[in-house]
């Protein structure tokens, strides 16, 4: 089965279709806000080297 096969019959059985209209939608300012802290948040207790991917 090729890739492409595969991914059709995963969408026919109820899987996630991506949906470009859905680009375009506000983004909601509490994510905004979330976003920033986590930056912060990642700036002041950076991940340690060992869980990161080299």
Avoid: C, W
Wanted: proline letters at 9%; charged letters at 30%; zero cysteines.
């Amino acid at each position: 089965m090729k890739v492409v096969e595969k991914n059709i019959t995963k969408e026919s059985e109820g899987g996630i279709i991506y949906n470009p209209s859905l680009d375009n939608l506000p983004v909601p300012q509490i994510a905004l806000e979330k976003a920033e802290k986590a930056r912060e948040t990642l700036r002041k207790y950076p991940i340690p080297s060992h869980f990161k991917k080299n």
